[in-house]
């Protein structure tokens, strides 16, 4: 298992601002996936976050709007750029274990709300 | 693209009858995984399920993987409030890529 500090847990911000989201876990992990949740909503990945390359980015998800940083293998950042209140999300990260097609542990996600 | 259906969206029932939470996949699925949701908390892992026919119990879970790799189940038997959240599954693709369904809400009545 692992354990997952993201933070910060909740935010407010102003529309234009942009936001890094932390995210820290307990142990040495190759992969690292950020994904968005709406309210009400399922799970949408973002990004999958390997340690010393680009990050991939999903389907309608860009670099340019959801930088990510990845500099060590417990490690990773996600900022949210230029926000418009449709970026208020919870975002989560997660880390997966037992191989490519493990389970996945998630942190506690940052909830953030664009006014 | 691919898509993983998961039915219902919400099901209301009183403390001690049962619930269940269905999957349906178009394509052939690698493995399924299942995980909860508690009210303002993140996904929990429940458990994986990679064989045709595949069942395992938890406790009061029982959770089904289809001959055909398609669809999947999870069933509580005689709920408590402890169930209450939002279920998930998530189905691995030829791509290996993770399709997660919509969710079901377990309710209970007051």
């Known amino acids: 298992s692992a354990v997952i500090s993201q933070k910060p847990s909740r935010d407010i911000c102003q529309r234009g601002t942009s936001l890094t989201i932390q995210c820290q876990v307990d142990s040495q992990v190759t992969m690292m996936f950020w994904y968005r949740q709406q309210p009400g909503q399922s799970l949408t990945l973002i990004a999958t976050a390997n340690q010393g390359s680009e990050a991939t980015y999903e389907s309608g998800f860009v670099i340019d709007k959801f930088p990510i940083s990845r500099p060590n293998l417990t490690f990773s950042t996600l900022t949210v750029s230029n926000m418009s209140p449709e970026d208020s999300s919870i975002y989560l990260c997660?880390?997966?274990?037992?191989?490519?097609?493990?389970?996945?542990?998630f942190g506690e996600g940052s909830r953030l709300t664009v006014l | 693209g691919q898509q993983v259906m998961q039915i219902p969206q919400y099901q209301h029932v009183q403390e001690g009858e049962d619930f269940t939470t269905y999957c349906n996949s178009s394509?052939?699925?690698?493995?399924i995984q299942w995980y909860k949701q508690r009210p303002g908390g993140h996904p929990v892992f429940l458990i994986q399920l990679v064989k045709s026919g595949e069942v395992k119990k938890q406790k009061r879970l029982t959770f089904q993987f289809g001959e055909a790799k398609k669809n999947s189940s999870l069933h509580i038997t005689a709920t408590q409030t402890t169930d209450v959240g939002t279920y998930f599954c998530?189905?691995?693709?030829?791509?290996?890529?993770?399709?997660w369904g919509a969710g079901t809400k377990l309710i209970i009545k007051p």
């Open positions: 394509t052939t699925l690698s493995n």
């Open positions: 998530a189905g691995l693709d030829s791509n290996y890529q993770l399709i």
């Open positions: 997660s880390v997966e274990f037992g191989g490519p097609t493990g389970e996945l542990f």
